[in-house]
Every structure is written in structure tokens, then in C-alpha cells.
């Protein structure tokens, strides 16, 4: 069983008022939170990455309850996404285990969640930093929820370790209108629309 030693956690918490324009009824939260953890696959090639995803589920959970937590509950919550950032002593694939556990752990604690989860996946040095995508927690045709948000660590990811992210937001894009599938119009039957 791989060693994924958590080194730390980070939350960041954005309340949107306005962008410019007029101010909505409630403002916009986007929350994220990051982990870096030790990569026991750094400095070396495994043929056998997959079954290490079970290994990541406890916290993947453990983190999306923290966002929950963060985001004031689960109530609201329609928009979602995880990126991973591998130190230089690994490689890109080394962020692919996070797909199961990060994005899993949302659907499941988000109840009904239908759509994909978006991701985005980068190798980099300490200090790098990362997006988030998002969307619409069930159709991914929702613009409206079309976003992303940065985030990333001062003193990670070192050569042998993985940053893990996960993002979720409350509502759509202040003042978006660029038209599309409208939320409130949401069938959640297939993911997409």
C-alpha cells in the first residue's frame, strides 16, 4: 500500500460582490482546498498506478467535508472541480490518481451530483500554481457556471510530492450572460444537459 503522507492542508474562500457591475442579491462563494502529500511514486516508474486510488478515498472525503464545512453547507452548492499538481520528481500521470478520489468523494457528498467533474492536471516546482476549472455540478452545457479558480501553495509541491485540489462555488458567474442551457432548466438525466 503506497504512502501518502499529508503534509498540509491550505483553505481559500472567495466571496464575490460584484464584478463591475450591479451588485447581485447574494454574493458569489468560490472555495477551494489543497493537500500536499508525499509521492511514493517520485524518482521511479510504477506499471501499477490504478489500484493506488482506493488508497487516496479517505481523503479525498476528508477534504471535500472540510470544503463543505467551508462553503457554509452543502446547500446552494451547484459548481465543481479538481486539478493535481505533481512536483519535478514525478510524472503528469502521477496526478491522474486523483480522479477517482476527488471527484467521487464530491459526487458523493454532494447527493444527485450527474455532471463530470472537470480537472486539470500540470507538473511544476514549489510555488506553482494551479486552476481549478469548474462547472455545473449536474450538466455540463450550464455557461453560466463555465469558471475557474487558482490556487497554489508557497512551499509545494517539492520534487516528491502531490498537490491535490478540489474546488466547488455557489452560483452562477456574477453578471453572466452568455446564454446557453440556463441552470433552473437543468434535467441532470445524462450529466450533460
Known amino acids: 500500500m503506497p504512502d501518502f ?9 472567495e466571496d464575490i460582490h460584484h464584478d463591475g457591475g450591479p451588485a447581485p442579491a447574494l454574493p458569489r462563494r468560490r472555495a477551494a482546498i489543497v493537500a500536499l502529500v508525499r509521492n511514493p511514486f517520485a524518482g521511479g516508474y510504477a506499471a501499477d498506478l490504478q ?6 478515498k479517505p481523503l479525498g472525503l476528508q477534504m471535500t467535508d472540510r470544503l463543505i464545512e467551508a462553503m457554509g453547507g452543502p446547500d446552494g452548492i451547484d459548481g465543481y472541480g479538481k486539478a493535481a499538481l505533481v512536483g519535478e520528481g514525478g510524472e503528469l500521470e502521477h496526478t491522474a490518481l486523483w ?3 476527488g471527484g467521487y468523494a464530491m459526487r458523493e457528498r454532494l447527493g444527485e451530483a450527474k455532471a463530470i467533474v472537470p ?3 500540470k507538473m511544476g516546482g514549489v510555488g506553482t ?3 481549478i476549472p469548474l462547472g455545473h455540478i449536474n450538466a455540463a452545457y ?8 487558482e490556487v497554489g501553495v508557497p512551499d509545494g509541491p517539492r520534487a516528491t510530492e502531490l498537490l491535490f485540489a478540489l474546488a466547488m462555488a455557489r452560483g452562477p458567474r456574477i453578471h453572466h450572460r452568455m446564454g446557453g442551457l ?7 438525466e445524462d450529466g450533460l444537459r
Open 119 to 121: 480537472s486539470s492536471m
Open 51 to 56: 489500484s493506488a486510488m482506493d488508497d487516496l
Open 5 to 13: 503522507t499529508l503534509r498540509k492542508t491550505m483553505i481559500f474562500i
Open 142 to 149: 450550464v455557461r453560466s457556471h463555465f469558471d475557474g479558480m
Open 99 to 101: 480522479h477517482v478520489p
Open 182 to 188: 440556463q441552470a433552473e432548466d437543468v434535467k441532470g
Open 129 to 131: 500554481r494551479i486552476d
